[in-house]
């Protein structure tokens, strides 16, 4: 029995009576589809043009999907700057999300960074972990030549300096690179229903199927939060309303250790009481932007969120009115337990202990959004640099 099989019994297994005789249910439904009903995986396709003798098909091995997923995750080739289409030059661009000269290059041992990002599924030795900063860390190919330059010019050609427009452009890069993540897992999902489940029994096809719409709806709800949030801020740019965001500046008193670019919708607030996915699924999921500068050679973290944002505008509220100690306790577990796109100092990685290894990679490793947390264990407490200043522009 495979991992995928090993994961579907014990998800049975903890079915209650009423599940498993729905289960059962669907199966009898499922085996009098005809050769030219509508298949029963709802594909809008004919049973026989879909699913009818799937069972018979080659499964599909785990280093495949890896591979099949990683690929498409990759080739999407498109410029997020839509609002500004007019001035695309058509050429993609390999763009970092992560500045490569002054955020990467300040952080590399033998030009390279350390990732969980492409390693989701796990890893053995610190080679797997590596990531050369020229031609793969922080990588995607989300903006065309013109607007890669023009955004960020700011503050890629010169130190970063704490003004609206810098702020504005570190998060449109984190917002982006998470539109265009979503994007592209809306075809991962598509191609997982049409193959995860070849060579499967029906009975795993039928569970196999649903599992991937509930993901797919996931998926989905997260692709419409997020492209409602970059038509919001790319209003701002448009029309310079810059005073409709807000963002916190968070200076520390080294280099770099951890840099982050990405989206937290946080489910919970500080204290574990739950503040957004209360069972409306029509509500917009809110959040809050978080990416990585250097100033005068340190690091610092620029969170930003949109003032119409109130859900968000409480927790940070919350956050910051704590003293720095736990704000860097915070900021570095959310890195982790939030961001796939997550680079770290190799040196820094080897130096910690294993015990503290095992913590940050397991929480990097799961999804977090789901319960609450606390910030003061191995993970929080893996860092040096402390808080010298935080600015609110």
Same mark, same amino acid.
């Given at each position: 029995m495979d991992e995928l099989s090993q994961s579907m019994s014990k998800q049975y297994s903890v079915f209650d009576q009423e599940s498993k005789n729905q289960f059962v249910a669907d199966l009898f439904h499922i085996a009098k589809t005809k050769r030219q009903d509508n298949c029963w995986?709802?594909?809008?396709?004919?049973? %026989?043009?879909?699913?009818?003798?799937?069972?018979?098909?080659r499964i599909i091995s785990e280093s495949?999907?890896?591979?099949?997923?990683?690929?498409?995750?990759?080739?999407?080739?498109?410029?997020?700057?839509? &609002?500004?289409?007019?001035?695309?030059?058509?050429?993609?661009?390999?763009?970092?999300?992560?500045?490569?000269?002054?955020?990467?290059?300040?952080?590399?041992?033998?030009? @390279?960074?350390?990732?969980?990002y492409r390693n989701r599924f796990g890893f053995d030795k610190i080679i797997s972990i590596q990531n050369g900063i020229k031609h793969q860390a922080s990588i995607f190919y989300g903006f065309c030549d013109f607007h890669d330059v023009d955004l960020f010019k700011g503050f890629e050609v010169s130190e970063f300096t704490v003004t609206v427009e810098n702020c504005w452009a570190s998060s449109y890069r984190a917002i982006c690179h998470e539109y265009y993540q979503k994007s592209a897992a809306k075809d991962a999902?598509?191609?997982?229903?049409?193959?995860?489940?070849?060579?499967?029994?029906? #009975?795993?096809?039928?569970?196999?199927?649903?599992?991937?719409?509930?993901?797919?709806?996931?998926? @989905?709800?997260? &692709?419409?939060?997020?492209?409602? %949030?970059?038509?919001?801020?790319?209003k701002i740019r448009t029309h310079f309303q810059y005073k409709r965001f807000t963002s916190y500046v968070i200076q520390l008193d080294k280099p770099l250790d951890i840099a982050v670019c990405g989206t937290v919708a946080p489910f919970h607030d500080l204290l574990g009481k739950k503040i957004q996915n209360l069972g409306d699924p029509h509500k917009l999921f809110e959040h809050f932007f978080i990416s990585?500068?250097?100033?005068?050679?340190?690091?610092? #973290?620029?969170?930003? #969120?949109?003032?119409?944002? @109130?859900?968000? %505008?409480? #927790?940070l509220k919350a956050l910051f009115s704590r003293d720095y100690q736990f704000i860097i306790q915070w900021l570095t577990k959310s890195i982790f337990a939030h961001s796939e796109n997550t680079y770290f100092r190799l040196d820094w990685w080897t130096g910690i202990d294993k015990q503290r290894q095992q913590a940050i990679y397991d929480l990097a490793m799961v999804e977090n959004y789901t319960q609450p947390f606390a910030y003061d264990d191995l993970v929080s407490g893996s860092t040096t640099g402390k808080i010298v200043s935080i600015t609110k522009i």
């Open positions: 995986c709802g594909s809008n396709k004919r049973f %026989i043009d879909c699913h009818a003798g799937r069972e018979s098909e495949q999907m890896r591979s099949e997923i990683s690929k498409i995750m990759d080739d999407p080739k498109f410029c997020c700057a839509t &609002f500004d289409s007019n001035n695309c030059n058509g050429i993609i661009k390999g763009a970092h999300t992560i500045q490569r000269g002054r955020v990467l290059a300040s952080m590399t041992n033998d030009n @390279h960074v350390g990732t969980f999902v598509l191609w997982m229903k049409e193959n995860l489940d070849k060579g499967r029994q029906l #009975y795993e096809q039928l569970m196999i199927q649903e599992n991937l719409a509930l993901l797919e709806i996931d998926i @989905h709800k997260g &692709f419409d939060d997020i492209h409602r %949030i970059k038509i919001e801020f790319e990585t500068v250097t100033m005068s050679g340190n690091a610092a #973290y620029v969170i930003s #969120y949109l003032d119409s944002h @109130h859900i968000i %505008i409480a #927790y």
